[in-house]
């Protein structure tokens, strides 16, 4: 994704609805966040972006339903 111009650190992905967006990165139950997401997650948070940390696909489905029907 660099190649495309993606910045380093960005999640995997991004939802938009509403005017809201939901980043969310995707890690094993053991994976880390490199320095680049240690400092890039909380810059969009300070933007009033939501950021997640996600281990698995029940989490997954859970945040997703949460932020749509917010």
Sequence with gaps: MKEMGV???CPDIA???NGKTLF???KSVTGKLSE???SLF???AKQ???VHIVRSLE????IVNQF???
Excluded: C, L, R
């Design 42 to 44: 909380p810059e969009f």
């Design 36 to 38: 680049a997401q240690k």
């Design 7 to 9: 910045k380093k650190g």
């Design 59 to 62: 989490v997954f489905q859970q």
């Design 24 to 26: 969310i990165e995707f």
């Design 15 to 17: 939802i938009f609805y």
């Design 68 to 70: 749509i029907n917010q």
């Design 48 to 50: 009033g972006h939501t």
